[in-house]
């Protein structure tokens, strides 16, 4: 079992940044991968990027690619999203999400394929 935690959304303007964090209760997280997902009210959750349970390797959607930077501390049992360059597109509710219990090999952009999620923080950029 695994407790999802984000925190350090909040308001901000266009050209700005944030970083959030995913603050994970469980022994084992380090044995997960790990991924942001965004919602915006009425539609659907889109995959934003995700990190394999080293840390090696990661995946960016198209969108935040050059701009966002996922990483992952497992000694502290957080994972971590650099937004930089915030346009207001990117306000959302911002999930985090783990999967793949003790696979080095799972990594997915499906949020139906992860097994614990987080409550969400919401990011709001200003133009």
């Known amino acids: 079992q695994v407790q999802l935690i984000e925190s350090g959304g909040g308001l901000v303007q266009a050209g700005g940044f944030l970083r959030l964090s995913c603050a994970a209760a469980?022994?084992?997280?380090?044995?997960?991968?790990v991924a942001w997902f965004l919602q915006i009210p009425g539609k659907e959750r889109e995959f934003v990027a995700d990190?394999?349970?080293?840390?090696?390797?990661?995946n960016y959607a198209d969108s935040v690619k050059g701009r966002f930077t996922i990483s992952r501390d497992n000694a502290k049992n957080t994972v971590y999203l650099q937004m930089n360059s915030l346009k207001p597109e990117d306000t959302a509710v911002y999930y985090c999400a783990a999967g793949g219990y003790g696979s080095t090999r799972f990594r997915s952009i499906r949020g139906s394929d992860y097994d614990y999620w987080g409550q969400g923080t919401q990011v709001t950029v200003s133009s």
């Open positions: 469980g022994e084992t997280f380090s044995t997960y991968a």
């Open positions: 990190i394999d349970w080293s840390g090696g390797s990661t």
